[in-house]
């Protein structure tokens, strides 16, 4: 008679291990199954395929367009209109200028020959996009240079672009 429990007891426990295999090959193959894929419902109610592959490989690309917006009618526009005016500010403004360089070239300061070897126009769109918002974050705030180039300069140095060195 105990046997015969003991043998129940094991076939209940293969079986729960089986199903329990089972269960995991399963969610294992759901798994596989949409690799590179999603199934989206359109706003007509249609179900599309989308890969996300190619769309995780093309977010990653740069966009000529938005990076010439964000550089020259945000970054610059903001910058022209919000910095001091005038001779006597130039230095000023180059301080905040070499700072936003450097963060915009990732770690390229300018050098005493006057020569970067980078150009803060051509670096990546998200920097941009970071650089814009720390300026409109400025703008907002009402801050003064120093906010700015207080701001900037921990940016970079959190960044590991270091000092200028003249």
Known sequence: MAKNEKD??????????LA?????????????????EQLLISPAGDVERENELRQFALGAVEDPEKKFDVY??????????????GPQNKTARNYIYE???TYLTRG????KDGTRG??????????A?????????????NGTMVDLYNKLRELNVSKGYGVRSF
Do not use: F, S
């Open 72 to 85: 020259y009618k945000g970054i610059g526009r903001l910058l022209l209109a919000h910095l001091p005016k």
């Open 129 to 141: 996009e970071q650089m814009l918002k720390i300026i409109m974050d400025w703008i907002m705030e």
């Open 20 to 36: 329990d295999e089972q269960e995991k090959l399963d969610i294992l193959a759901r798994a596989g199954n949409v690799k590179g």
């Open 8 to 17: 129940k007891d094991e076939a209940k426990r293969t079986a729960k291990q």
């Open 99 to 101: 700072e936003k360089n």
């Open 118 to 127: 980078a150009d803060g126009r051509m670096g990546y769109i998200a920097d």
């Open 108 to 111: 390229k300061r300018i050098k």
